[in-house]
């Protein structure tokens, strides 16, 4: 079955500093889509970025993503961090048109001063 | 538009009782899912209705797990004689008729259940 890796659970990083948070995946499907979704705290998760373009780079909000289908990853960056960066970050897939979404286990971003 | 609406916002019950957990979808939207959202499992997909149909339910407990979509506004999220392995936020998403585009899941803020 489908897959979603994130090796960092907790990511400290120091404002205007730049960040990148892990994502691979493994699926069996040729016709798949990539999203992360950002929960700050006490809130929903929200829509980042998403993708389906093999080599194309994805941006919004400061933060850019590169799906690349030859090494099954899709990683978050952002080149200088703010302190309202600081939330949960999950990467997911979902199939097609079936839309069901399988995250990752999610990474923790603290922004430090 | 005031988004996706989960009530309650959070619920306490006893071992053994039931619970059940409202989402009213945005309005236009044709899917609805539920997901289940704990620190050591993180956000796990358990169900999905596409006009209202049960689609897949493969991440549902099979046991004491139930949900319904009666109408194209609200769908509900059953647990009967719950335990305290069920305590977790329960999130609900919408988002319009899936196709080509991957469209985007809007998530509800939530319904904390807390199985003492």
């Known amino acids: 079955g489908d897959s979603v890796t994130q090796t960092e659970g907790l990511v400290t990083v120091t404002e205007g500093l730049p960040v990148m948070l892990n994502c691979t995946y493994q699926?069996?499907?040729?016709?798949?889509?990539f999203f992360w979704y950002v929960q700050y705290l006490n809130e929903a998760p929200k829509l980042l970025l998403r993708?389906?373009?093999?080599?194309k780079r994805t941006e919004h909000q400061g933060f850019h993503a590169t799906l690349h289908k030859s090494s099954s990853s899709f990683h978050l960056q952002k080149s200088s961090v703010q302190l309202s960066d600081s939330a949960l970050y999950y990467c997911?897939?979902?199939?097609?048109?079936?839309?069901?979404?399988?995250f990752g286990s999610g990474t923790k971003l603290t922004v430090e001063p | 538009n005031a988004g996706v609406i989960q009530t309650p916002r959070h619920k306490v019950t006893g071992k053994g009782q039931e619970a059940t957990l409202w989402c009213e979808p945005i309005?236009?939207?044709?899917?609805v899912f539920w997901y289940r959202q704990t620190i050591v499992q993180g956000l796990e997909f358990l169900t999905y209705?596409?006009?209202?149909?049960?689609?897949?339910d493969s991440g549902m407990p099979k046991e004491r797990f139930s949900a319904q979509m009666p109408n194209q506004s609200h769908s509900t999220l059953k647990i009967q004689s719950t335990q305290p392995q069920d305590s977790a936020v329960y999130l609900c998403?919408?988002?319009?008729?899936?196709?080509?585009?991957?469209?985007?899941?809007?998530f509800g803020p939530g319904t904390r259940l807390t199985v003492l």
């Open positions: 998403a919408s988002s319009l008729a899936p196709g080509g585009n991957y469209a985007e899941q809007f």
């Open positions: 699926t069996a499907y040729s016709d798949v889509a």
């Open positions: 993708s389906s373009t093999d080599n």
């Open positions: 997911a897939l979902s199939e097609g048109n079936y839309n069901v979404l399988y």
């Open positions: 309005s236009g939207h044709s899917a």
């Open positions: 209705f596409r006009n209202q149909a049960p689609i897949d």
